[in-house]
C-alpha cells in the first residue's frame, strides 16, 4: 500500500513550510515531506480561531506545526512523569493512561497520536475514547510505524534491550533508554496496521482525508550518519522488494493517517 486515493487531491493545497514546536526535531526524509502535507490538511480542515487539541501520548514533543500549537488549547496525556515534566506547550497536562482517559463528549477538535499506538496492548480501547472525545467534524491524526516492513518485522521480534542499543549506536542518542527518554516498549497490537485501523473506526463515524505510508525516516538517518551500513541496508531492502514483486515496500516503515468524525445527519439526530 503505498498511499490512499484520498491523498491525490492534497497536491492543490498549498504547504507552508514545517515548522515544529521548538525541541522537536524534524523527521528526515519522505516523513518529513508527508508531515509537511499534514500540516496542509490540518490548516485546511480545522477551524481558523482557537483550537481544542488533545494529545494522547503527547510526552514533551508535538508533531503539530507552530503555529497551530501558538493558537491552540492542548491538553496532554501521558502515563511518563518525566514526559510529562519536560513537556513546555500544554495547557493542561495529565498523567494518565490514554486507553481509560475519558473527557467529555465533543470536547476537541484535534486528537493527535503520535508514535503511541505501537505501544498500547489495547488500541482499541484507545480509539474509542478518542471517538468520544472528538467533536463531530474533528480530525484524529495517527502517525505510527507500519508493522508489514523491515523496521515493523525487526522490532516485533527483537528484545527491548537491541532497540536501546540501536538508537544509542546506530540514531547516537546517548540517554536512549533513561527514563523519558526513548525507545519504549512495543506491544505492535493487530489495529496498528493502517487498514484495520481504518476500517475499526468506519462504524464508529470517521472517514479519511489522507493517507500516506512512507519511507522510515531511520534509513534517511543512516545515509547520513553512517553511508557505508546505509548503503548495505539500501541493497539487502532494494533485493528483498525485487523478492516481493513489488508487492511491498519493505523501505516503507511509518505512515500518517487523518480520518475526520462525521457529524450525524439529520435522520440521526432526528
Do not use: C
Not at 486515493?5 to 514546536?21: N, R, W, Y
Not at 515531506?33 to 485546511?44: G, N
Not at 467533536?135 to 516485533?156: D, I, M, Y
Amino acid at each position: 500500500m503505498a498511499m490512499s486515493a484520498t491523498f491525490a487531491g492534497m497536491d492543490a493545497i498549498p504547504l507552508e513550510p514545517v515548522g515544529l514546536h521548538e525541541g522537536t526535531p524534524l523527521p528526515a526524509g519522505e516523513a518529513g515531506a508527508s508531515l509537511a502535507r499534514v500540516h496542509a490538511v490540518l490548516q485546511q480542515h480545522l477551524p481558523t480561531g482557537e483550537v481544542a487539541i488533545y494529545e494522547a501520548g503527547g510526552g514533551a514533543d508535538s508533531y503539530l506545526p507552530a503555529q497551530l500549537i501558538r493558537r491552540g488549547r492542548v491538553t496532554v496525556v501521558d502515563i511518563d512523569p518525566v514526559q510529562l515534566a519536560n513537556n513546555g506547550y500544554a495547557s493542561t497536562r495529565v498523567e494518565g493512561d490514554i486507553q481509560v482517559q475519558r473527557f467529555a463528549a465533543g470536547s476537541f477538535d484535534l486528537v493527535t497520536t503520535y508514535n503511541v499506538i505501537e505501544h498500547l496492548p489495547d488500541v482499541a480501547a484507545a480509539l474509542q475514547r478518542f471517538a468520544e472525545a472528538l467533536k463531530p467534524g474533528g480530525l484524529l491524526l495517527v502517525g505510527a510505524p507500519n508493522p508489514r516492513s523491515l523496521s515493523g518485522f525487526v522490532t516485533r521480534v527483537s528484545p527491548h534491550w537491541f532497540h536501546v542499543w540501536y538508537y544509542r549506536r546506530i540514531r547516537g542518542h546517548a540517554r536512549a533508554g533513561h527514563p523519558g527518554e526513548p525507545p519504549f516498549p512495543v506491544h505492535y497490537h493487530p489495529l496498528v496496521l493502517p487498514r484495520r485501523l481504518k476500517a475499526y473506526l468506519e462504524p464508529l463515524g470517521f472517514e479519511t482525508l489522507y493517507e500516506r505510508v512512507y519511507e522510515s525516516p531511520r534509513y534517511a538517518e543512516m545515509r547520513q550518519r553512517l553511508p557505508l551500513l546505509a548503503s548495505l541496508m539500501d541493497a539487502a531492502t532494494d533485493l528483498m522488494n525485487l523478492a516481493l514483486l513489488g508487492k511491498v515496500n519493505v523501505r516503507h516503515g511509518d505512515y500518517h493517517l487523518i480520518l475526520r468524525k462525521r457529524a450525524p445527519s439529520a435522520d440521526q439526530g432526528a
